[in-house]
Nanobody, 124 residues
Framework: QVQLVESGGGSVQTGASLRLSCVASGRTFSNNALGWFRQAPGKEREFVAALNRNGMRTLFRDSVKGRFSILRDNRINTVFLQMNSLIPEDTAVYYC?????????????????WGQGTQVTVSS
């Protein structure tokens, strides 16, 4: 059974940093694109960041560019989302996802496997 499990969320103040982790089990995702999405209360889930299969190409939504980074460690089947300079607008449940196909990786429909989410709350 394939599972993606996120961790690293929490409650922080504006300007703080958090590092989210997503560990995959049940299969290796070393040849797949990986992404992060988030969903704030009362809003649609939205794309945050993605990393292609070889880790050489990244995509970010505009509001997190320069503050967030995404990286993967295929040795431990894990993808990370490093979040710096957090602001209240980043408050959401964050989900990691893995794509079997070729994208586009900003779209939810491109992803085949999803984690259960981890809460990030940023207070002012």
């Amino acid at each position: 059974q394939v599972q993606l499990v996120e961790s690293g969320g929490g409650s922080v103040q504006t300007g703080a940093s958090l590092r989210l982790s997503c560990v995959a089990s049940g299969r290796t995702f070393s040849n797949n694109a990986l992404g992060w999405f988030r969903q704030a209360p009362g809003k649609e889930r939205e794309f945050v960041a993605a990393l292609n299969r070889n880790g050489m190409r990244t995509l970010f939504r505009d509001s997190v560019k320069g503050r967030f980074s995404i990286l993967r460690d295929n040795r431990i089947n894990t993808v990370f989302l490093q979040m710096n300079s957090l602001i209240p607008e980043d408050t959401a449940v964050y989900y990691c996802a893995a794509a079997v196909g070729i994208g586009p990786f900003q779209q939810e429909s491109s992803y085949d496997y999803w984690g259960q989410g981890t809460q990030v709350t940023v207070s002012s």
